[in-house]
């Protein structure tokens, strides 16, 4: 069959999945163009395999019935600059036409310090985000290298737990900051890469300080369930982040698959057995493997990130960055199509505050 480009590819992914998630088409609010410009290279080149990724696809039990994706402007070719200026730029325009003008106000006050003239971005600089639901965009984010010497810029709530959490982990560096825009309300936490190993059972110290010490054990288990009772992390595969929340400190512990080995295979099973109490999460889990599953390929693609997030009030639960098959691989028919939309079978190896 005649190849098609990742990025038209991707386009009508998010077309599709918007059809059976019943949520609003996020082309219809003008990121075609970022998406084509974010997969400009031939399927499987290895340059897609970097974090942040050029685009991939997000599950959350937390969000389920959302469509949400992140893309890297520019994708893999572009400078750090570049993708600072036209990431700050595109998330401008989202919240201006869908949050309003103080929101949008908001933003520019809160990602001046990343955008200034002295940020000096050495890698990759910036990456956007964004959420749809049935009623339109429900939230979208941009997320900025952020190094130590941004630290006092963060607000008063989020610095003072970035650096209790820097005090309690040895090896915690400081790796990107995101700034989250929602309908009424906006916030922004901190993402640290995790240097040294990272033992499972050592995030409880600082867990217990951050009040969450009591569902250090669900976030523990759920991990190690998922990745084969494995219970300490390789140095440069983790990261953590901490948001502070109206309910207390959000914390998010993310797994880079690309870079851990021996992951369990098939890992869907093990997912869905760590959500098996949960009965309406298996379901929208597999509901969303069809709405991100194309009919040109033998598999939805490769999950990249495991995220496991806990608040005071919420145990454990799961998040998984989706690479999507376009990316990885050229269409090829598959055999039955009666298999097409069989995705639950699939085995493959993410201080709110008011605007004032």
């Known amino acids: 069959m005649t190849d098609v480009a990742p990025g038209t590819q991707a386009k009508r992914l998010l077309e599709r999945a918007s059809r059976v998630l019943s949520t609003a088409n996020p082309l219809e609010a003008g990121l075609g163009r970022l998406v084509d410009e974010a997969l400009t290279l031939e399927p499987g080149d290895p340059r897609y395999r970097v974090h942040p990724e050029p685009f991939a696809t997000k599950f959350s039990e937390l969000g389920s019935r959302n469509l949400t994706f992140s893309l890297e402007p520019g994708g893999p070719l572009a400078t750090a600059d570049y993708r600072i200026a036209e990431g700050t730029d595109a998330v401008r325009r989202l919240v201006r036409g869908h949050m309003g003008l103080e929101a949008e106000s908001w933003l520019m006050a809160r990602s001046e310090e990343a955008r200034g003239s002295g940020y000096g971005a050495s890698s990759w600089g910036a990456a956007i985000g964004a959420s749809f639901d049935d009623a339109g965009l429900r939230e979208t984010a941009v997320s900025y290298e952020w190094g130590p010497s941004l630290m006092?810029?963060?607000?008063?709530?989020?610095?003072?737990?970035?650096?209790?959490?820097?005090?309690?982990?040895?090896?915690?560096?400081?790796?990107?900051?995101?700034?989250?825009?929602?309908?009424?309300?906006?916030?922004?936490?901190?993402?640290?890469?995790?240097?040294?190993?990272?033992?499972?059972?050592?995030?409880?110290?600082?867990?217990?300080?951050?009040?969450?010490?009591?569902?250090?054990?669900?976030?523990?288990?759920?991990?190690?369930?998922?990745?084969?009772?494995?219970?300490?992390?390789?140095?440069?595969?983790?990261?953590?982040?901490?948001?502070?929340?109206?309910?207390?400190?959000?914390?998010?512990?993310?797994?880079?698959?690309?870079?851990?080995?021996?992951?369990?295979?098939?890992?869907?099973?093990?997912?869905?057995?760590?959500?098996?109490?949960?009965?309406?999460?298996?379901?929208?889990?597999?509901?969303?493997?069809?709405?991100?599953?194309?009919?040109?390929?033998?598999?939805?693609?490769?999950?990249?990130?495991?995220?496991?997030?806990?608040?005071?009030?919420?145990?454990?639960?799961?998040?998984?960055?989706?690479?999507?098959?376009?990316?990885?691989?050229?269409?090829?028919?598959?055999?039955?199509?009666?298999?097409?939309?069989?995705?639950?079978?699939?085995?493959?190896?993410?201080?709110?505050?008011?605007?004032?």
């Open 152 to 356: 006092d810029s963060l607000p008063a709530p989020l610095y003072r737990v970035a650096r209790l959490a820097m005090e309690r982990l040895p090896g915690l560096r400081p790796a990107f900051s995101t700034i989250h825009v929602g309908r009424r309300t906006g916030g922004q936490h901190l993402t640290f890469e995790m240097t040294n190993a990272m033992s499972l059972a050592g995030l409880e110290p600082l867990m217990r300080e951050l009040g969450l010490g009591h569902q250090h054990g669900s976030l523990m288990s759920a991990c190690a369930f998922v990745l084969g009772a494995r219970f300490t992390l390789p140095p440069s595969v983790a990261t953590v982040t901490v948001r502070p929340t109206h309910a207390g400190i959000e914390l998010r512990l993310d797994v880079d698959l690309d870079r851990l080995p021996d992951v369990p295979e098939p890992l869907t099973p093990l997912l869905q057995m760590q959500m098996a109490e949960r009965p309406h999460s298996v379901r929208e889990w597999q509901r969303w493997l069809s709405a991100v599953s194309q009919e040109d390929y033998q598999r939805p693609g490769s999950f990249s990130v495991l995220s496991i997030v806990v608040r005071p009030d919420l145990p454990a639960r799961i998040a998984l960055h989706l690479r999507p098959a376009a990316i990885e691989e050229r269409p090829s028919r598959r055999d039955n199509d009666d298999d097409a939309d069989d995705a639950s079978a699939w085995a493959g190896p993410e201080a709110v505050g008011a605007w004032r």
